[in-house]
């Protein structure tokens, strides 16, 4: 087990938004968090992220507790973000954004450079001189996991990578995602839209409320989906 | 209204170039703060004081040694930035979530507390420096005689401001830096420890408040009051050629400079509402500085 979540409480000041959070993610699989928006998808990030620590709860990753670390020392020991909204920094080339995220490889970790990079994504490779705010939104969110994958992460946390996108672009990024997956990094997905995590995972997770209210492998989830539909469409 | 001297003018001009150096460095270590930090630092004037006054205090503890006075601007100009690190760490850091208030109240108390800690160390008294034994002396321009020292000014300016430019577009730490002044949540994220580069980044803007203050100890008199006046003209600085912009600091500087000098020769008394005039225009024609840019919600 690569990452286990248990039972996390986190809030955003007065308002509480996860209650009892767990959950686990194995080496080599890619894990779906599925919910309705304000279900506490991104804030199950945040918290495992470090920038929104649980109040209470613990959070392992390879074994060591990382709850209330920095984030940094989070990103460092193997974790990497692909936050909602992209968040790529506009003002910076393509280039620049990945090389401020260029971090030494751990021993036995994976090492990606620019180019094994820019393999993956090869539309992001003419624009290295562009800068970010000036990409498309689809090439933006290339760069973003781009930018993630340049700190060598064994576990890549991706938010709502779907979101905004035009269906061909979405299919498009599914398929580098699946890419990335038979190369055997390992994902935790949030998604809104079930489609597009439905080829991807292995097994899923549905939050409401701030509460796991279904978990089990996509194979299982399929034969009874009806029954869960209300959870996922708003 | 007679005409001045044409000669005379040119010495004028050279007298706000080197003035407009020393605003520069002052400016740009406050639109560098701010850039990165977001703290608006009332306390960059005091800051220039103190490495004025330090060189005073260095230059007499040196007075045998060769080429006292560029040990005193170093070590003077260091004491300063080290003071910076020892404000960012211990009393900035845990302001930095609380509102901007907070932020400016604190910076502000810091103006109050270092001017009475120079008023009791140094007292009322007028201080200056003499020039270094190298530069000391003129040169002959047009007629009239300028003194090496400002010229050595006026070239170190455009020196530091290339310099700075070129750190911070073409090197890893450059990067780091402007990335943390977009977005420094991601930047953590991506596994950069902002801390450390938000104390790196305090350390040089207050190192540059400090060496300004030192070099500015041979032209200016060191007296109490030289903090806010500086501040001051800082802050129109980085107005006028928009906050977070680092040419337009160094545009800004340029502009005020030539705006006091020449000021000063054409209405003596009213040069320094020229230079509030023009900050007026600025902000009603371009709020958001010459070369600045207008904010945006992130």
Known sequence: MILEVKDIYTAYGLSQILFGVSLKVNAGEVVSLLGRNGAGKTTTLRSIMGLTPPRSGSIKFKGEEIAGKPPYQIARIGIGSVPEDRRIFPDLTVWENLDVAIKSSREGGPSWTMERVFELFPALEPLQNRQGGFLSGGEQQMLTIARALMGNPELLLLDEPSEGLAPVVVSHLGQQISKLREEGMTILLCEQNFRFSLDLSDRLYILEKGEVRYEGSMAEFLKDEDSWRPYLTV | ?298
């Open chain 2, 1 to 298: 209204m007679t005409l001045p001297d044409p000669s005379f003018l040119v010495i004028q001009c050279l007298n706000g170039l080197t003035y407009a150096m020393f605003l520069f460095l002052i400016a740009s270590g406050l639109s560098l703060i701010f850039g990165v930090l977001g703290i608006l630092n009332f306390a960059h004037g005091s800051l220039y004081m103190l490495g004025a006054y330090f060189t005073h205090q260095l230059v007499s503890l040196f007075v045998d040694t060769p080429g006292q006075f560029w040990w005193a601007v170093i070590f003077g100009s260091l004491a300063v930035a080290a003071i910076g690190v020892i404000i960012e760490r211990f009393f900035l850091r845990p302001l930095y979530v609380r509102e901007e208030l907070n932020q400016l109240l604190f910076t502000y108390a810091l103006v109050l507390i270092f001017s009475d800690f120079a008023r009791i160390i140094w007292g009322t008294d007028q201080f200056s420096v003499s020039r270094p034994a190298i530069l000391k002396g003129a040169v002959d321009i047009l007629g009239q005689y300028f003194p090496k020292y400002n010229i050595v000014i006026i070239l170190l300016g455009p020196c530091i401001a290339f310099l700075f430019w070129f750190i911070l577009l073409h090197t890893r730490w450059g990067r780091m830096i402007r990335a943390a002044a977009l977005d420094r949540e991601m930047l953590g994220s991506l596994g950069v420890n902002v801390s450390r580069l938000f104390t790196v980044v305090f350390f040089v803007g207050a190192w540059m408040a400090g060496l300004g203050g030192a070099l500015v100890s041979p032209v200016s008199a060191i007296v109490p009051g030289m903090d806010v006046e500086v501040i001051v003209n800082a802050f129109i600085v980085v107005v006028i050629g928009g906050l977070g912009s680092f040419w337009g600091t160094f545009l800004g500087a340029l502009i005020v400079g030539q705006v006091y000098a020449l000021g000063i020769l054409v209405f003596p008394r009213l040069s320094l509402v020229f230079i509030y005039v023009l900050m007026a225009l600025v902000l009603i024609i371009r709020p958001w500085g010459l070369l600045g840019r207008p904010l945006q919600k992130r």
